[in-house]
């Protein structure tokens, strides 16, 4: 019989290496995507604040989604950042328990958010003389906060679930506290709760998947109807980055989670963890800011404006010494 490790202090993660050139390798290699990543959607939160031309619900819910995917990377890459850095694998149980919650916390918040920008984009489109009597500043911040709040209720259901079962090992098969994995150290029937709340999500996820697409097949049959080539054209340029980030935000998931069990291995595990939990917060600003040229224009102006001060500081040094 194994033991009873419920009481355990700490947690042990999936190391990447033992070799220490490797490990400081994917110090910096974690480093790097950390910092593209955060930078990336920090730029995008400050060129839609300072820019009050972005000062609409479409941009409003795209902050929120920044937001949102800054979260998600900081919750599990320093942390491997720096167990690869003082060559550990140990985590406490506390924090073990904060990674699971607010993974599911902001997970879930990042497709409820995603959910309501395809009913922004549904109401642009189809109902454009109503778009300002429907999603209104008021609207907008009622949806946001329900977003977060099932984020929150998502992570304490998930986390409650998955940390009420007695488990008779510490080592995690994972470089994070990823809660299937973490089930699979259980030797109670309590994981039967977790699976309950997992199919609970799953139903709600697929409820908000089905609403993403009716809403887009009404947008495609409503630009279809639109008589002009270029008018077609700009309203698919504004869903085109939406889908994109819908798109990779479920087909890593899926190809993460439902992978046959014969190929789980760790090395695999590993793989596809970080594709599917850094990939989206990583490529996100970058697929909304490539096809948007309020996006490009807001960040040219930000640019710009670092640029100023340091015009100013030159020019009056150069005139201090004519």
């Known amino acids: 019989m194994m033991p009873n490790l419920t009481s355990t202090s700490e947690f042990l993660l999936l190391e990447f290496s033992d070799i220490r050139e490797l490990q400081i390798l994917h110090f ?26 972005l000062h609409t619900p479409m941009y409003f819910f795209l902050v929120n989604l920044a937001l949102l995917d800054i979260g ?61 009597t429907i999603i209104h500043k008021g609207a907008c911040i009622q949806m946001a906060v329900s977003a977060w709040i099932a984020g929150i209720l998502n992570g304490i259901l998930h986390t409650g679930g998955t940390f009420a079962n007695t488990f008779c090992s510490n080592t995690i098969n994972q470089f994070f506290c990823e809660a299937p994995q973490i089930l699979k150290l259980s030797c109670s029937d309590m994981y039967l709760v977790e699976v309950g709340f997992v199919m609970f999500s799953c139903s709600l996820g697929l409820g908000c998947f089905i609403f993403i697409i009716v809403s887009y ?18 309203a698919l340029s504004i869903c085109l980055p939406h889908i994109t980030v819908v798109t990779l935000f479920l087909f890593t998931g899926f190809l993460a989670h439902m992978r046959p069990r014969s190929q789980n291995s760790s090395d695999q595990n590993v793989l596809f963890a970080i594709f599917y939990v850094i990939s989206p917060s990583l490529l996100n600003p970058y697929i909304y800011s490539m096809r948007n040229k309020e996006i490009k224009t807001a960040l040219l102006k930000l640019y ?6 340091k015009k100013i500081a030159s020019k009056a040094f150069l005139q201090k010494w004519d």
């Not at 550990?88 to 997970?107: E, G, H, K, M």
């Not at 630009?223 to 002009?228: E, Q, Y």
């Not at 710009?304 to 001060?309: A, E």
């Open 72 to 132: 998600l990377v900081s919750i599990i890459v320093p942390k491997a950042m720096v167990n690869s850095l003082l060559n550990t694998r140990s985590i406490t149980y506390p924090a073990c328990v904060a990674q699971v919650f607010f993974f599911f916390f902001l997970d879930g918040s990042d497709f409820a958010i995603l959910t309501i920008m395809a009913h922004d984009r549904y109401v642009a489109i189809c109902n454009p003389l109503q778009y300002e």
């Open 304 to 309: 710009d404006l670092g640029r100023f001060p």
């Open 217 to 234: 097949m009404k947008i495609f049959a409503a630009v279809l109807k639109i008589p002009s080539v270029h008018g077609q054209k700009k």
């Open 28 to 53: 910096f290699v974690f480093l790097a995507v950390y910092l593209t990543a955060g930078i990336g959607n920090l730029l995008i939160i400050i060129a839609v604040a300072l820019d009050h031309h």
